[in-house]
């Protein structure tokens, strides 16, 4: 039986690349459905009635949500393919937990260096790179997350890297004066054709998000 | 596996009781410390140097944080009775609402902490996760994980047993039998199950602790 694979989803965002990028590293073919936000489809409200968000996948017809909950979903299926997780419970403990940190943590704050100013911006500022940097000790001298391989904890972070010029730029900071292990780590997963193939060009991130800031009076 | 297990935590903590829980249900012995989380121990610090919380689960040594990663670690460790299903699908809805629980559960603690228009504001918050779960609530005499106890029962389990000490501190009435019933009977028979009843924080013992330790908080904040 031939699995039917869809995806709702929205190309700026780095929740949704995640699931992109897993789904590159195990080769499904899928079809993929770029949402307007501003105007969710019907799909999207029947599939993801509890939160209305994207990332959605839909295989065989039943939606998944969440976008770490999808990516270990689509670890578990298709298992013999590039296994995200350690087959070790002590280390799976581990790499969840640095995954819920890099979603819990990263997000409001790097939001608000675009959309915010003056003192909020420079609260968040220190937020941000407090936690880029305990994450840089986490992965100290390893070449991924995940150890020798790319992993589950990497392919929660790498989706935020097409956004490091929006952080750098509004933030007024660069990585690699702050936090200088991080972007040899990030050359290393681009180098992945999963991760090359679905991360946005930086540059472009940086205009949808100019474009945004007009949209909502935030210049 | 007679390696050793420890559980730091503190009694009036939702989030440790939830370890509590899924190593009672499968019947693991651990040796269990009391931490005063006015006055956290080196070796918590030592354990949970990121978040500095209980609880922290120390397995031979190694320490595992945050209480539904703990349970996902004892769930892969300890395969009696099992917390998860097996079918990658129900797992992935069981998951979806334990982080659904960890997002949404945040109001609940609000209300611990909160007062005037912030409160105001997780009450409402309260009231739209009460809404959600009871739509998706399981049938009567049933758990969210079927006919036993699951990892969603343990999730929302904590959220519901400590939402009634708040009520009761506040003087307010949120979870209501007559608005959520399903909830409410689930709940019911969540706090009555052998291995759950047996391990419950006192709820008089709790209102107390609260209380002065929101107060506490009031005068720390005026001065």
Not at chain 1, 20 to 40: M, P, Q, S, W
Not at chain 1, 115 to 126: D, V
Not at chain 2, 154 to 172: K, R
């Amino acid at each position: 039986m031939a699995d039917e694979v869809s995806l709702l989803d929205f190309w700026p965002s780095m929740f949704g690349m995640r699931v992109r990028v897993t789904l590159a590293e195990k080769g499904i073919k899928y079809e993929y459905k770029e949402e307007d936000l501003r105007h969710k489809s019907d799909l999207l409200l029947k599939m993801n009635p509890v939160h209305k968000k994207i990332p959605v996948l839909i295989h065989n017809g039943k939606s998944v949500c969440e976008s770490l909950v999808i990516v270990q979903y689509i670890d578990e299926v298709w298992k013999d393919k590039s296994p995200l997780l350690p087959s070790d419970p002590y280390q799976r403990a581990q790499a969840r937990f640095w995954a819920d940190f890099i979603d819990k943590k990263i997000y409001e704050p790097g939001r608000k260096l675009w959309a915010t100013k003056g003192e909020e911006q420079g609260a968040a500022k220190k937020e941000f790179l407090d936690i880029f940097k305990i994450l840089e000790g986490e992965l100290g001298d390893k070449p991924y997350f995940g150890g020798e391989t790319f992993g589950f904890v990497d392919v929660s972070l790498i989706t935020f890297y097409c956004w490091f010029y929006v952080y750098e730029t509004f933030g007024k900071f660069s990585f690699e004066a702050e936090c200088p292990k991080i972007l040899p780590w990030a050359k290393r997963c681009i180098q992945k054709e999963s991760v090359a193939k679905t991360l946005p060009d930086q540059k472009k991130v940086y205009e949808f998000v100019l474009e945004m800031k007009k949209m909502f009076g935030l210049d | 596996m007679g390696e050793e297990l420890k559980l730091h935590g503190a009694w009036i903590s939702p989030f440790v009781y939830r370890v509590i829980w899924a190593l009672k249900l499968k019947g693991v012995p651990y040796e269990y410390i009391e931490e005063d989380l006015s006055n956290k121990s080196p070796l918590l610090l030592k354990y949970n140097p990121v978040h500095k919380k209980v609880p922290a689960l120390v397995h031979a040594g190694k320490p595992i944080c945050e209480s539904m990663i703990i349970v996902e670690y004892i769930e892969e460790t300890w395969p009696q009775y099992p917390l998860l299903p097996i079918d990658p699908y129900e797992r992935a809805m069981a998951r979806f609402w334990v982080k659904f629980a960890e997002e949404k559960g945040d109001a609940v603690w609000a209300l611990f902490r909160t007062s005037g228009e912030e409160q105001e504001k997780a009450m409402k918050g309260t009231l739209e996760m009460l809404k959600t779960i009871e739509e998706h609530s399981p049938d009567a005499k049933k758990f969210f994980g079927g006919d036993k106890i699951g990892i969603v029962d343990i999730a929302f389990g904590a959220i519901g047993y400590w939402l009634g000490v708040v009520e009761e501190l506040l003087g307010v009435a949120l979870f209501e039998a007559h608005a959520f019933p399903r909830l409410h009977a689930w709940l019911k028979n969540f706090t009555e199950a052998p291995k759950i009843k047996e391990n419950l924080p006192g709820r008089d013992e709790l209102v107390v602790f609260v209380r002065s330790w929101r107060a506490e908080r009031l005068l720390a904040s005026q001065n």
